[in-house]
Antibody, heavy 121, light 113 residues
Framework: EVQLVESGGGLVKPGGSLRLSCAASGFTFSSYSMNWVRQAPGKGLEWVSF????????YYADSVKGRFTISRDNAKNSLYLQMNSLRAEDTAVYYC??????????????WGQGTLVTVSS | DVVLTQSPLSLPVTLGQPASISCRSSQSLVHSDGNTYLNWFQQRPGQSPRRLIYKVSKRDSGVPDRFSGSGSGTDFTLKISRVEAEDVGVYYCMQYTHWPPYTFGQGTKLEIK
């Protein structure tokens, strides 16, 4: 069974930093791309970042580019999101989502339960 | 970026009746490989999103056959043939033809009338 468990959320002041983790199990983590997607309280879904299985390709939403860094450790079956220079508008539940690439295109399927990040003074 | 516009945003439905959600794209979702890449996700209250449909009309494993996806080009539809109580939640379309970024519709909240 595919399991994705996020952790590392919490309350942080504007301008602060936080590192989110996503522990994966139930599948061969090193064979799959991964994503972070966020959802502000009471709002819709916003894709944040993508990383290929070998970390060769990385993409970010314009809203987080230059402030967030996605990474992974395939030996530890873990995905990370380093978030710096946090703003109030970054307040959201952050989900990791498993990706997969076929025929040159990439989609995602399974999601974790999410971790809440609150940016407030 | 591709903008996906869902309608309606709120959908009250009587149990056992059909429901339909529209998702319109700001540009064609036909990929250069000839395929069209659109997902539908369901988010039940207090839960994370669950994928129901991928590639416009392919149902994920374990998804009841009362859910179906259709459409082409810029117009897509999710249909529920007979709404059940467990279908309450918010439904999102998402395109993966023109990415990054992946983009989602605003969501449609389905409730029981």
């Amino acid at each position: 069974e595919v399991q994705l468990v996020e952790s590392g959320g919490g309350l942080v002041k504007p301008g602060g930093s936080l590192r989110l983790s996503c522990a994966a199990s139930g599948f061969t983590f090193s064979s799959y791309s991964m994503n972070w997607v966020r959802q502000a309280p009471g709002k819709g879904l916003e894709w944040v970042s993508f990383i290929t299985s070998s970390s060769s390709y990385i993409y970010y939403a314009d809203s987080v580019k230059g402030r967030f860094t996605i990474s992974r450790d395939n030996a530890k079956n873990s995905l990370y999101l380093q978030m710096n220079s946090l703003r109030a508008e970054d307040t959201a539940v952050y989900y990791c989502a498993r990706g997969y690439c076929t025929g040159g295109n990439c989609n995602f399927d399974y999601w974790g339960q999410g971790t809440l990040v609150t940016v407030s003074s | 970026d591709v903008v996906l516009t869902q309608s309606p945003l709120s959908l009250p439905v009587t149990l056992g009746q059909p429901a339909s959600i529209s998702c319109r794209s700001s540009q064609s979702l036909v990929h250069s490989d000839g395929n069209t890449y659109l997902n539908w996700f369901q988010q039940r209250p207090g839960q994370s999103p669950r994928r129901l449909i991928y590639k416009v009309s392919k149902r994920d494993s374990g998804v009841p056959d009362r859910f179906s996806g259709s459409g082409s080009g810029t117009d897509f539809t999710l249909k529920i043939s007979r709404v059940e109580a467990e279908d309450v939640g918010v439904y999102y379309c998402m395109q993966y033809t023109h990415w990054p970024p992946y983009t989602f519709g605003q969501g449609t909240k389905l409730e029981i009338k």
